[in-house]
Structures are given as C-alpha cells and as structure tokens.
Nanobody, 125 residues
Framework: QVQLEESGGGSVEAGRSLRLSCVTS????????PAWFRQAPGKEREGVAV???????GYAASVKGRFTISKDIAKNTLYLDMNDLKPEDTATYYC???????????????????WGRGTQVTVSS
C-alpha cells in the first residue's frame, strides 16, 4: 500500500512563500507520476502541478510562474515551492500519485491511484 504524507502547510500573509513536502516509501516516485492537487472550501479538487519521470513539469494556469514542483528520488520526497502566495491559494493541498496517468491528463483526472491526507495552506490579505 502506497502512503503519502504531506507537511509544510501553514498560515501566511499574501506575497509570502511556503514549501510543501510529501514523503513516501522507497521507490514510489520512480514507479508513479506524482502531483499536487488542492481543494478550497466549497470548490472541487483541482490539479496544481505534476512532474514526470524526466523531470518535466506541468502547472495549472493559476499557479504557473509562482509555484515550482520538484522531486528528490533519493529522499523519496516531492516538493511544491509556492511563491507570491495569494488569498485564492487558500486550500487543502494534497500529494497524489498515479501508476498510469501523467502530465496534463493527470491534473485533470478525477480518479487518481494514491492520495495523501492533505495539508492546510491559508493565505491572508
């Protein structure tokens, strides 16, 4: 069973930065395509960023240029660096991974193989 554990969420003022981390068991991110999703209160879950096996990243239009996804295979860790945070970035952020889907196809998927429990990010104006 794949487990994903997020950390790094918190409350910050607009314009500040946060780094989210997602730790998993050894080899998971070599066998799957990892991504970050988020869900704001009253809204559907949306794909934020994805990174493929070659390190190529894809982003939602709303975060492109501000967020950066990366992974450290040796540390079994996925990251999301979030800069210039805005109040509309307030959401629960989920680490996710899929065995078959990747890229924009994964970001727009409703069904993903593995999910973390989420970490809350709150941005005040």
């Amino acid at each position: 069973q794949v487990q994903l554990e997020e950390s790094g969420g918190g409350s910050v003022e607009a314009g500040r930065s946060l780094r989210l981390s997602c730790v998993t068991s050894e080899g998971t991110f070599s066998r799957t395509c990892p991504a970050w999703f988020r869900q704001a209160p009253g809204k559907e879950r949306e794909g934020v960023a994805v990174i493929d096996a070659y390190g190529s990243a894809g982003y939602a239009a709303s975060v492109k240029g501000r967020f950066t996804i990366s992974k450290d295979i040796a540390k079994n860790t996925l990251y999301l660096d979030m800069n210039d945070l805005k109040p509309e970035d307030t959401a629960t952020y989920y680490c996710a991974a899929d065995r078959r889907r990747c890229g924009r196809y994964l970001l727009t998927s409703k069904q993903v193989d593995y999910w973390g429990r989420g970490t809350q990010v709150t941005v005040s104006s």
